[in-house]
C-alpha cells in the first residue's frame, strides 16, 4: 500500500525557527576503515595491584580484558576508528549509517530512513556497545546510535563465532569514547542546506577512577525523509531529532571496574507528500461521491506524522584475572512509535486511516566470561536473558463495502484493535579457541537459543571457525555457522485480520500462518595480503541457504514494517576489498557482487494478493532488497594542516518488478544504476584562544546525481524515494581542556 502526506512551511515561516550556520568542520587524521579477513586473540596482560599505576594503564588493560572475552576470531570484520570516520565528508555529523555504507558488501535503504543491507540480508543486524547487546526496540525512520560517541566500531559479517546470535547478517561492534583518552569537551554546530541546523556538545573526563563522555544534539532540516519525488524540495519534510548519551566508569582496583550507559532519541518526522496521486476510484462511487463529507482530495496537501522516541540504559561489572575474565550486564530499552494519519485523505488513497501506537520495553541480562584453560586453548562461554513486552493499540477509519468491493457508505467508521504480548528469549554459548600451531587457529564450539515470543521455538547452533598465517603479512580464513533468526517482536502483525472484512481495508488474502524462526546454514572463506607497506588487499566468499527466510515490508497506511516468511532463500556473493594507509594518503576500496533469492511465500499471507503467492510458490524470486554491485571508495589526504577527503558509493540499484510482468510477477526488475560521491575539506586550527577551532565544508552529492533508492513497485514497498540532492554544509566545532 502507499502512504502520502502533508504541505510544507513557507520559507519565511521557517526562517523564523531556524538558525542560519556558516563555516567547514572535520577532524584530521590518516587512516580510513581497513578489512580484517579474519581476527585471532592473544590474553591480555595479567593484573598487577601497583597503586602507583595510572588510570590510563588500569583502563586500557580493563578494556583490553572485555575485548579479549567475545573476540571476532574468523569472522569478515571491517573496522573503522574514530579518526577514520573523521577523515569521512561530513565526519560525525553524518548517519551512523552513511559510516557503514562505506563497508563492503553494504547498500542503502528507506524502507527504513537510513536503512542498510548487509549482505543483501533484510535488516537482521545486532548493535553491541562496549559489548553490550543492544535491543531492538521500535524504529523506522529515525536512527537512535549516531557516530558522536564511537571511539572505534567494527563491522561483523560471515560465519560468526558462537558468542553472536539471533541477529547475525552483520554485528556493529561499537566501543565508545571514554574520559580516560578523550579529557576535555567541545560545542559546535553544523548546518547548511534543507535549512539544516545540527547544534552539538561533548564533555569528558576523569577524577578519583571515575571516567565519564557524554554527548548531546539537536537537528532539524526540511529534509527528514528520502523524497518519492526526483524533485529537490519535498512537500511535507521536516524532521526534529535529538540524541543524548552517557557513560560514567569506576575504576574499583586494577582488576575491577563499574560501567553505566545510557542513550536516547526522540525524533518527529513529517510524511512527504507523493503530488498528483488520483483518489481511489471505486471509494467515489457511493452515493453521495464523498468521503466524509469531503468530494476532493489533493494528494500534496496531506498531513501525516510520525513520532519515534527510545531509551536505554546498561549497568556493567568487569573483571580480569590471570586465568579468566568475565563481564556481568543488565540492560533495558523502551520504545515508541506513533504514526498520525490524515484521516480523509488516507481513506480516500489507501481505503483505510490509521492511528498507530506502538510501544516495546526489553530487559535482560548478559554474563559472558573468558577462562584460559591452557596455553593453547582458551574457554568462552556466557548466558543471555532478555524479556520483551509489546504492545499495539490501531483506531482504523474504514468504509462498509458490498460483495463486489464497492463502498456502501461515505461515512467512515472506526475500528480498534488493540494486543498486547510478553516474550522471553534464552541464549547461551560455550567455545574453545584452540592454537595447534603458532601460526594456526581453530575455534569451535556452538549455542542454544530458545524463544517464547510470536513463535515458540529453539535450536542449537554448531560453530567452526578456523585462522591460518601462513607467511607474514597473509591471513586466510574459513568458517561454518549455524543460525536461527527469530522474527522481530516487536514488530510482528497484530492484527486482527478477521476484523476487516467487508470493508475498504479488507486483506488481500485469507491466510495467516505465523511468521517462523528463520534457520541457516553459512560458509565463509576468505584471505587478506599485505601487498606492500600500508597497502592491503582481500577477498572474501560466502554462500547461505535459509530455511523460512525472514523478509519485511510495509503492507499498510502506517509506516511499520511487517515480517513474513519465504518458504526457503538463498544469499550469495564476493566480496574484494583494498586499502592503503601511509602518512598523509590514506585509501580504500571495496567491491562486492551478490544476490538473494526466495521461493514461497509461507506466513502472514494475508497482506498479499492471491497471484503474489501463487507466483512465489513456483518461482524462484529475488528480494526487493537485492542489489547486484555494491561499491564504495574513498580518499583523504592531509596538506599543511588541511584535511581534503572524497568517498563514493555506488549500485547496480535494488529490485523492482519490471513493466509488463506476468501476473502476480515481482521483483524481476532493477531500479536504475546510481553513483553518489561526496566531499569534504576541513582544517583545525591549534593555537586558537582557549582551544583549538575546527572548521569543516561538505559537498553531498557533488555531481546532483538523482536517483531511486526504490520504486513503488517491488513487493512490500509503499512508496518510491529517492537519494539526495546535492548539498552543502558547513560546521565550526570550539574544543576546550584537552581537546
Known amino acids: 500500500m502507499r502512504y502520502f502526506f502533508p504541505k510544507r512551511a ?236 552517557g557513560y560514567l566508569e569506576k575504576i574499583i582496583d586494577p582488576s575491577s571496574k563499574v560501567s553505566v550507559m545510557a542513550g536516547s532519541f526522540y525524533g518527529w518526522f513529517q510524511i512527504p507528500n507523493q503530488p498528483g496521486l488520483e483518489n481511489t476510484q471505486s471509494l467515489f462511487n457511493t452515493f453521495d461521491g464523498t468521503i466524509g463529507g469531503q468530494s476532493f482530495f489533493d494528494s500534496n496537501a496531506l498531513k501525516e506524522t510520525q513520532i519515534e522516541n527510545s531509551h536505554f540504559g546498561i549497568v556493567s561489572y568487569l573483571r580480569t584475572e590471570e586465568d579468566y575474565d568475565f563481564q556481568v550486564s543488565t540492560f533495558s530499552k523502551y520504545s515508541i512509535l506513533r504514526f498520525s494519519p490524515d484521516i480523509y485523505g488516507d481513506l480516500a488513497f489507501n481505503g483505510v486511516s490509521q492511528y498507530a501506537l506502538r510501544q516495546d520495553i526489553t530487559n535482560g541480562v548478559q554474563a559472558e566470561g573468558t577462562y584460559r584453560l591452557a596455553k593453547d586453548h582458551t574457554l568462552r562461554g556466557g548466558v543471555i536473558v532478555s524479556g520483551e513486552r509489546t504492545s499495539a493499540d490501531t483506531t482504523s477509519f474504514v468504509l462498509p463495502v458490498d460483495a463486489t468491493g464497492a463502498p456502501t457508505s461515505s461515512t467512515p467508521f472506526a475500528i480498534e484493535d488493540n494486543h498486547a504480548k510478553t516474550g522471553w528469549t534464552y541464549s547461551t554459548f560455550l567455545q574453545d579457541e584452540w592454537h595447534p600451531f603458532e601460526t594456526l587457529t581453530i575455534n569451535f564450539g556452538g549455542r542454544f537459543d530458545v524463544v517464547n515470543t510470536s513463535t515458540m521455538e529453539n535450536q542449537i547452533s554448531p560453530r567452526l571457525n578456523v585462522v591460518w598465517k601462513p607467511v607474514e603479512g597473509t591471513t586466510a580464513h574459513a568458517g561454518y555457522a549455524n543460525y536461527f533468526t527469530p522474527p522481530p517482536f516487536d514488530i510482528v502483525s497484530l492484527e486482527t485480520p478477521a476484523k476487516f472484512a467487508g470493508t475498504t481495508a479488507a486483506p488481500a488474502g485469507t491466510g495467516n500462518s505465523p511468521v517462523k524462526a528463520e534457520r541457516a546454514q553459512v560458509f565463509d572463506v576468505g584471505v587478506t595480503q599485505d601487498v606492500l607497506p600500508g597497502l592491503k588487499v582481500g577477498i572474501d566468499a560466502y554462500y547461505k541457504y535459509a530455511r523460512n527466510l525472514i523478509d519485511e515490508g510495509q503492507f499498510g497506511a502506517p509506516v511499520i514494517l511487517t515480517p513474513f516468511n519465504y518458504h526457503v532463500g538463498f544469499t550469495k556473493g564476493v566480496e574484494l576489498t583494498t586499502s592503503y594507509d601511509n602518512g598523509p594518503f590514506s585509501y580504500y576500496g571495496n567491491l562486492a557482487v551478490g544476490e538473494e533469492k526466495a521461493e514461497g511465500i509461507s506466513s502472514t499471507q494475508f497482506i498479499f494478493d492471491p497471484a503474489t503467492i501463487a507466483f512465489s510458490n513456483t518461482h524462484l524470486v529475488n528480494t526487493d532488497h537485492s542489489q547486484l554491485v555494491t561499491a564504495s571508495a574513498g580518499m583523504s589526504y592531509l596538506w599543511q594542516g588541511t584535511r581534503f577527503s572524497v568517498d563514493l558509493i555506488a549500485g547496480t540499484g535494488v529490485r523492482t518488478t519490471r513493466d509488463n510482468a506476468a501476473p502476480g510477477e515481482f521483483n524481476g526488475g532493477t531500479v536504475p544504476s546510481y553513483e553518489q560521491v561526496n566531499f569534504g575539506v576541513s582544517h583545525r586550527f591549534e593555537d586558537a584562544p582557549g582551544g583549538p577551532i575546527e572548521i569543516r565544508a561538505d559537498l553531498i552529492n557533488a555531481f546532483d546525481e538523482t536517483y531511486l533508492i526504490r520504486s513503488q513497485a517491488g513487493i512490500g514497498v509503499a512508496g518510491p524515494q529517492y537519494g539526495p540532492r546535492r548539498t552543502f554544509f558547513l560546521g565550526i566545532r570550539k574544543f576546550f581542556g584537552a581537546g
Request: net charge negative; hydrophobic share 35%.
Open 10 to 245: 513557507s520559507v519565511l515561516e521557517r526562517t523564523g525557527r531556524v538558525v542560519a550556520t556558516s563555516l567547514f568542520a572535520l577532524a584530521l587524521s590518516s587512516s580510513f576503515a581497513s578489512k580484517s579477513a579474519a581476527q585471532t586473540t592473544a590474553p591480555p596482560p595479567a593484573a598487577t595491584p601497583e597503586s602507583g599505576e595510572s588510570v590510563t594503564v588500569q583502563a586500557e588493560r580493563l578494556n583490553a580484558a572485555r575485548n579479549n572475552i567475545e573476540p571476532a576470531v574468523g569472522a569478515s570484520s571491517y573496522n573503522f576508528s574514530q579518526d577514520a570516520i573523521q577523515n569521512l565528508p561530513q565526519g560525525e555529523e553524518a548517519g551512523l549509517n552513511q559510516v557503514l555504507l562505506q563497508a563492503p558488501g553494504v547498500n542503502q535503504d528507506n524502507l527504513a530512513n537510513g536503512g542498510f543491507h548487509v549482505r543483501n540480508e533484510h535488516l537482521n543486524v545486532q548493535y553491541r556497545i562496549n559489548g553490550v547487546i543492544i535491543p531492538e526496540g521500535l524504529s523506522f525512520f529515525g536512527q537512535g546510535l549516531n557516530p558522536r560517541f564511537i571511539g572505534s566500531m567494527s563491522l561483523l559479517t560471515g560465519a560468526l563465532p558462537a558468542q553472536y546470535g539471533l541477529r547475525t547478517a552483520g554485528v556493529v561492534d561499537i566501543q565508545t569514547k571514554s574520559g580516560v583518552f578523550q579529557n576535555g569537551g567541545s560545542v559546535g554546530v553544523y548546518g547548511g542546506s534543507y535549512w539544516t541546523a545540527q547544534p552539538s556538545v561533548e564533555a569528558a573526563g576523569n577524577a578519583g577512577g571515575f571516567n565519564y563522555f557524554i554527548s548531546g544534539d539537536f537537528m532539524h532540516n526540511d529534509h527528514g525523509i528520502n523524497s518519492p519525488t526526483p524533485n529537490y524540495d519535498a512537500v511535507h519534510d521536516e524532521t526534529n531529532q535529538e540524541h543524548g548519551f
